[in-house]
């Protein structure tokens, strides 16, 4: 099974409410991914875990959280949605060697839409 | 500045034309990969190429490491290739996968 799975597919949220979605993988793989993806741009990544590192992005550090209980899930955590937070949530995951060495197919789920209001 | 570039923005075509899409990248790369979004938001992968000519279907993909490029070639299109087209690279400089701002294709009959 080479598929990433996110729940939910569609998420409504009020503004200033948590959100939490989440993603799994039984690929074993050791990164998994989380980027944000809006109409018109390229997806952003908002952090990754390369085993149980986590690595956010500085832009949006103070914006996300993340955990990984074990190497098949991983879950993106909103404390406080604001209505710019509306977007295609994307999970990725890829079989890697430490960051940078190269060769990673990345395999993406379907997506979460999250919709603040 | 952007790593990676892609070209044409957008792009309609008659049903049953050819399309060159472009992916140029302005930094060395580990992997490259062509990627379909469907128009509900998923991503789907289409090649995973690194480099070298890969073929699916009506699909090609060419990438050309020393030209810091990549192409995805799409023959006799179909109404159903429209969506949008993104290509991602990894770097070899130590960061993780980039994508290019997509090319938008319409196909119509």
């Known amino acids: 099974d080479t598929t990433v799975k996110q729940n939910p597919r569609y998420k409504l949220a009020r503004v200033g409410k948590p959100v939490n979605l989440i993603c799994s993988q039984t690929?074993?793989?050791?990164?998994m991914y989380w980027y944000q993806k809006k109409p018109n741009q390229a997806p952003k990544l908002l952090l990754f875990y390369y085993d149980k590192i986590l690595n956010r992005e500085a832009d949006t550090f103070e914006k996300f959280q993340s955990s990984r209980p074990n190497n098949s899930f991983c879950s993106l955590y909103i404390g406080s949605a604001g209505l710019e937070y509306s977007a295609m949530y994307l999970c990725a995951s890829s079989r890697d060697p430490p960051p940078g060495a190269g060769n990673t197919e990345v395999f993406f789920g379907k997506g979460t839409r999250l919709t603040v209001v | 500045g952007q790593q990676v570039q892609q070209s044409p923005a957008s792009l309609v075509l008659q049903e049953g034309e050819n399309a060159e899409l472009q992916c140029n990248f302005s930094t060395s790369l580990n992997s490259m990969q062509w990627f379909y979004q469907r128009p509900g938001g998923s991503l789907v992968s289409l090649f995973y190429n690194p480099s070298g000519t890969k073929h699916s279907g009506r699909l090609t993909s060419t990438t050309v490491i020393k030209e810091r490029r990549s192409s995805l070639h799409i023959s006799s299109s179909q109404t159903t290739d429209s969506g949008t087209y993104l290509c991602?690279?990894?770097?070899?400089?130590?960061?993780?996968?980039?994508f290019g701002t997509g090319t938008k294709l319409q196909v119509v009959p």
């Open positions: 991602a690279l990894e770097p070899n400089s130590g960061t993780y996968q980039r």
């Open positions: 690929m074993n793989h050791d990164t």
